[in-house]
């Protein structure tokens, strides 16, 4: 099959390219290009090679991007709550209008396949005593995650017999990948035992996060392309399994077991009102081939060996390529980019 990679050269892309390759698709990869200063560490054995990749804003696509290709993997957006809290506006233009966009011209274009990475912070806060699942009600808390609802909302319209979109509602992700994110919690709490020794919360770190290893997502993502179209037209996935459930509390526990001195401490209830837990049931049932392979442990263990082989110290741990906020700001800073985030250069 051929697929467009949007968002190849992210945290999530440059390891999904290669693994979608080794499956026997042609993979042609899509990407501006915001983060590609960020390179952590080389791992043949994660990244073997990438795909031709078209350098050019998702704004920007055409119709002779598509033509050919028959599945569209959906990763290029502003991601995080942070970054897209800078710039509400702008993060529904890229987020919300021009992923819609993107799935009207494939759909225009004869793609048969458009897998959507949304995310399960469309659940926002919950005091459910059960575990939500995709029937469950959204309530979206940030920019972010309105787009996400919209973009879900606006493409399962366009469903039909010749178009199949598939929403995977990722879990927060974490793991090891070359082009590293430090702004998320598992990696971000590996990052501070790593270079501090120690973990200082500014909260009580009682709210729940569902977690999903980085290659797990990748993993849901080639099962979605190669599963029957009738278990994945117009469906909605969580990813990620029940063991990966987490008070914040308890990832910073589960770091810290990996760094014997680390100090680890925990503050007053935070402003951070966002808590829920996620069942991920129907992915396990009704996805053919997909199982999670990795855990919070197994995670905190390969970030603990990567950070260690490489001698990982402050000064990378807080660079600005591994942050998304970070590096935005710099682009901007620089004048490499206008305010609408469009390459100047």
Not at 265 to 289: E, T, W
């Amino acid at each position: 099959m051929k697929v467009l990679l949007t968002g190849v050269e992210g945290y999530i892309g440059c390891l999904m390219a290669p693994l979608l390759q080794s499956r026997g698709h042609e993979v042609v990869g899509f990407d501006t290009g915001y983060y590609r200063d960020g390179w952590l560490f080389s791992d043949r054995t994660l990244v073997p090679g990438f795909p031709r990749t078209v350098n050019r804003d998702i704004r920007e696509i055409q119709m002779a991007d598509l033509q050919g290709v028959e599945a569209v993997v959906h990763l290029a957006e502003l991601s995080n709550d942070p970054l897209g809290q800078n710039n509400p506006e702008l993060t529904h233009q890229i987020n919300h209008r021009a992923s819609v966009r993107l799935a009207q011209l494939a759909r225009d274009a004869g793609v048969k396949r458009f897998v959507y990475t949304s995310s399960c912070s469309v659940y926002g806060v919950s005091d459910s005593a059960l575990p939500l699942d995709e029937s469950s009600p959204t309530n979206p808390q940030t920019a972010y995650a309105v787009c996400k609802t919209l973009v879900e909302r606006d493409v399962v319209a366009m469903a039909s017999p010749e178009f199949s979109p598939t929403f995977l509602r990722n879990a927060t992700a974490y793991g090891a990948s070359p082009r590293m994110r430090f702004d998320i919690v598992l990696n971000n709490l590996c990052g501070i035992a790593a270079t501090t020794g120690k973990i200082v919360m500014t909260s009580d770190g009682t709210p729940w996060r569902p977690l999903v290893h980085v290659l797990d997502i990748c993993e849901a993502v080639a099962c979605a392309l190669d599963a029957p179209r009738d278990a994945i037209h117009a469906e909605v996935f969580n990813v990620g399994h029940e063991a990966d459930n987490y008070q914040v509390r308890e990832i910073a526990q589960i770091v810290a077991a990996f760094y014997p001195a680390c100090e680890l401490s925990f503050g007053p209830p935070g402003g951070d009102n966002r808590s829920y837990r996620v069942s991920f049931a129907k992915i396990h049932d009704r996805l053919p081939g997909f199982r999670c392979a990795w855990d919070a442990q197994k995670g905190a263990a390969q970030l603990h060996n990567v950070f260690t082989r490489i001698a990982l110290d402050a000064a990378v741990f807080n660079s600005r390529p591994f942050t998304r906020l970070k590096q935005i700001q710099y682009l901007l800073a620089t004048g490499q980019v206008d305010q609408q985030l469009f390459w100047r250069y």
